[in-house]
């Protein structure tokens, strides 16, 4: 059985579905789920976990993200990118250096309004398939950070290169769409590409297509134990390891605080822990039965 994580460079116009349910069918796993949704128009980094390693699936969406995102301005659309319908237009009469400025209002902790058409329920109905119906609902802002919003580069007179590094929940198509509010002109995404998604970046990642035809697409797969590398690994003697596979908590004297990848005696991967006051228990466990 297929286990582990598998690093896929997104393809445009595929869903991260699309992905997954292609995934099945190549390694023969029907237990797969991906870290962060991308939308069809954006490529990058789409962690994908197989087998037992959907386990960590919880844990994966927690962290930083980058996206490189092109903004077109001068245009505002109901999608908040250039997929969608053209609602308004107007003149670009803005600087390179007037968009350097105006990037200063969107970094740090700031608020953001969810678009419309996105995934958010809003009393039980998912805000997309309203918008498909024409309607549009007040929608709460959200806290949101933005750790770094850098101009990257100029491609046309309207046209506009950001990198952006932000928290999870961020949309950038509507950081791109409230950009473009805030020059007075409107502006809307024509490009998305993640780089950077739950630790790994794009440099790890291959493409979809390498994937699918690979003679042995399960050498691919990464250990789960890859994406906890942040916490320090702890080798239990069989005694204890018995313990921690029937659901125990064990004692450790002298083991500081923390969480730990904890492994048997042969190097199986057992569970990410923590310990606390030399108490060691499991947060999720990863052997197999």
Same mark, same amino acid.
């Given at each position: 059985?297929?286990?582990?994580?598998?690093?896929?460079?997104?393809?445009?116009?595929? @869903?991260?579905?699309?992905?997954?349910?292609?995934?099945?069918?190549?390694?023969?796993?029907?237990?797969? +789920?991906?870290?962060?949704?991308?939308?069809?128009?954006?490529?990058?980094?789409?962690?994908?976990?197989?087998?037992?390693?959907?386990?960590?699936?919880?844990?994966?969406?927690?962290?930083?993200?980058?996206?490189?995102?092109?903004?077109?301005?001068?245009?505002?659309?109901?999608?908040?990118?250039?997929?969608?319908?053209?609602?308004?237009?107007?003149?670009?009469?803005?600087?390179?250096?007037?968009?350097?400025?105006?990037?200063?209002?969107?970094? +740090?902790?700031?608020?953001?309004?969810?678009?419309?058409?996105?995934?958010?329920?809003?009393?039980?109905?998912?805000?997309?398939?309203?918008?498909?119906?024409?309607?549009?609902?007040?929608?709460?802002?959200?806290?949101?950070?933005?750790?770094?919003?850098?101009?990257?580069?100029?491609?046309?007179? @309207?046209?506009?290169?950001?990198?952006?590094?932000?928290?999870?929940?961020?949309?950038?198509?509507?950081?791109?769409?409230?950009?473009?509010?805030?020059?007075?002109?409107? +502006?809307?995404?024509?490009?998305?590409?993640?780089?950077?998604?739950?630790?790994?970046?794009?440099?790890?990642?291959?493409?979809?297509?390498?994937?699918?035809?690979?003679?042995?697409?399960?050498?691919?797969?990464?250990?789960?134990?890859?994406?906890?590398?942040?916490?320090?690994?702890?080798?239990?003697?069989?005694?204890?390891?018995?313990?921690?596979?029937? +659901?125990?908590?064990?004692?450790?004297?002298?083991?500081?605080?923390?969480?730990?990848?904890?492994?048997?005696?042969?190097?199986?991967?057992?569970?990410?822990?923590?310990?606390?006051?030399?108490?060691? @228990?499991?947060?999720?466990?990863?052997?197999?039965?």
């Amino acid at each position: 059985m297929a286990n582990g994580i598998i690093l896929i460079d997104k393809p445009q116009d595929w @869903t991260s579905m699309d992905v997954c349910a292609r995934l099945r069918r190549c390694l023969g796993e029907r237990r797969i +789920g991906h870290a962060g949704t991308l939308d069809p128009m954006a490529t990058g980094v789409l962690p994908v976990f197989v087998g037992r390693a959907t386990r960590a699936v919880e844990f994966a969406g927690e962290g930083e993200k980058e996206y490189v995102a092109g903004l077109r301005l001068g245009i505002v659309t109901d999608t908040q990118d250039t997929s969608g319908t053209v609602l308004s237009a107007a003149p670009v009469n803005v600087t390179r250096e007037q968009v350097e400025q105006v990037l200063s209002r969107f970094r +740090g902790p700031i608020e953001q309004i969810p678009p419309m058409y996105s995934a958010i329920k809003i009393q039980g109905k998912k805000l997309y398939e309203l918008a498909r119906k024409g309607k549009e609902v007040a929608r709460p802002p959200r806290a949101i950070t933005i750790h770094a919003l850098t101009l990257e580069e100029q491609t046309a007179p @309207t046209d506009y290169i950001l990198r952006v590094r932000c928290s999870k929940g961020t949309y950038i198509r509507t950081l791109c769409h409230d950009i473009g509010q805030a020059l007075g002109c409107g +502006g809307a995404m024509f490009s998305l590409r993640r780089t950077m998604a739950a630790g790994f970046s794009i440099h790890q990642c291959t493409p979809l297509e390498v994937v699918l035809s690979a003679p042995n697409p399960e050498g691919l797969l990464l250990p789960v134990d890859t994406y906890f590398h942040d916490s320090p690994p702890l080798t239990l003697p069989p005694a204890l390891e018995k313990r921690v596979r029937n +659901g125990m908590a064990v004692t450790l004297p002298g083991i500081p605080d923390g969480s730990y990848r904890v492994y048997s005696p042969q190097g199986e991967f057992l569970a990410l822990s923590r310990m606390n006051g030399e108490r060691l @228990t499991t947060i999720k466990s990863f052997y197999t039965v």
